[in-house]
Each structure stands twice: as structure tokens, then as C-alpha cells.
């Protein structure tokens, strides 16, 4: 968390003729599975990781980064890092490109962007887009920004209008990830819609969340995690 935010609205983002209720759900094994390689970790506005919490498995991203943005963002845990190699080949074979802007985040680094942000929005306005250093669940190495040049590369609302965006929205969760923070679900998850953030739960879990339209917390609370 923590990006250009711009006004675009809402995005009907259901492709015509959905099929999502003929997905199956994730059975209790692969649940506890997931749990169990930590895919499931919830950091957010209520449950905080420490300054000194890291993935032990982060791997370097080696292609489909923007080259402008920082190197040191540039990891993921090595699961995560595998199918987000696998999402965008998905992508370009369909004519769409995609590209990580920033995935892994250390406490200190998100610290520096939250001041930013509060110096520049205020808190109150920071807070709806941008995590306090240790709510981000950029720390785990499971999540990722991702953008298109049909938005300059740029993290924006309207990048869930683009082609891409709709393209991901649509297919992230074949590859074991997720719409993190979905639109109209700021209540719950406590941040604005992002369409270009990602975070990776497994491809049996996401598929779930997926069909069932659910955030991350409500899917966690549904099976009592």
C-alpha cells in the first residue's frame, strides 16, 4: 500500500457470461496447507509484523520489473516469485504486458513512505492508501504492484479500466493470487480499491476467494483462521 492514487471510479471489472460459482472451493486441506507455508499471513491495520520480521525464502525478481523503481523491491518469496512468473507469461501470450513495479518491502523502507505521504496528505488521508511501517503486507513478501503501459507504468485506479487490469482482475487467481484491496471493500479492508495490488494465497485458496467475491479478512474469519 502506498501509491498514485488518482479519482477513477468504479470498474465493473465480471467479464460477460461469468462462470466463477463453477470453481471449486479449496478443500480443508489445501486451507491448512497454505496456512501452514504462511501463505495466509494477514498484516493490515490490526495485526502488525515487527521491524525485524523477513521471509527467510525472498527471491530476486530477475524480468518483468519496471526498471525505474527500486532494486530492493525487487523480491518475493520464492512460491510467489515462481507464479508471478508464471501470471505475466499468461498475460503477454495473450497480448497484454505486465510488469512488477515494487514487491517486497522492508519495515524501514515503508517507513520512509508513510512520512512521505503524511507530510504531504496529512495521516488521515495517507491512511486510506498508504500502510504504517509494519501493516504492510509488503513485509511479506507475498504481495506485489504490478502496472501496464497503457498507464505509463503508473499505479492508478485506472489501471483496473485497462485491458490488463481487467485481464488480471479476471486471471490472478489461477496463478494464486488475489485482488487484495477490491473496490467497495475499504470497510473492510481499510484502504481504497488498488487493482494493481496483488497478494499471493495459493492458487486453491485464491480460486476461492475469487469465486466467492471475498477480501482477504472476510475469507479468513469465514474458516476461523
Do not use: C
Not at 507455508?37 to 520480521?53: A, E, F, M, T, W
Not at 518483468?64 to 523491491?73: N, W
Not at 467497495?184 to 499471493?200: A, F, N, Q
Request: aromatic content about 12%.
Amino acid at each position: 500500500q502506498g501509491a498514485d492514487v488518482q479519482d477513477a471510479k468504479d470498474a465493473d471489472q465480471e467479464e460477460p457470461g461469468s462462470s466463477r460459482k463453477d470453481l471449486p472451493d479449496a478443500t480443508e486441506q489445501q486451507r491448512k496447507e497454505a496456512a501452514e507455508k504462511g501463505l495466509l499471513i494477514l498484516i493490515n491495520k490490526q495485526n502488525s509484523v515487527d521491524k525485524d520480521y523477513k521471509p527467510e525464502d525472498l527471491t530476486p525478481i530477475t524480468k518483468y520489473y519496471a526498471t525505474d523503481r527500486s532494486e530492493a523491491g525487487r523480491y518475493m518469496r520464492e512460491e510467489a516469485a515462481r507464479q508471478f512468473y508464471k501470471l505475466v507469461e499468461a498475460a503477454a501470450a495473450e497480448g497484454y504486458e505486465l510488469v512488477m513495479t515494487t514487491a517486497y518491502r522492508s519495515y524501514g523502507f515503508q517507513q520512509v513512505l508513510w512520512n512521505n505521504y503524511v507530510a504531504n496528505e496529512g495521516e488521515a488521508a495517507a491512511s486510506r492508501f498508504s500502510a504504517k511501517p509494519g501493516q504492510s503486507e509488503h513485509q511479506s513478501g507475498l504481495a506485489a504492484d504490478v502496472s501496464s503501459p497503457s498507464v505509463n507504468y503508473a499505479l492508478t485506479e485506472s489501471f483496473g479500466k485497462t485491458d490488463e487490469g481487467i485481464w488480471l482482475a479476471q486471471n490472478a487467481h489461477k496463478f494464486g493470487f488475489i485482488i487484495r484491496f477490491p473496490d467497495g471493500k475499504e470497510s473492510i479492508t481499510g484502504y481504497l480499491y488498488e487493482p494493481w495490488h496483488i497478494r499471493y494465497v495459493g492458487e486453491s485458496v485464491a480460486t476461492e476467494i475469487y469465486v466467492k467475491d471475498l477480501t482477504l479478512e472476510e475469507y479468513l474469519e469465514l474458516y476461523g483462521f
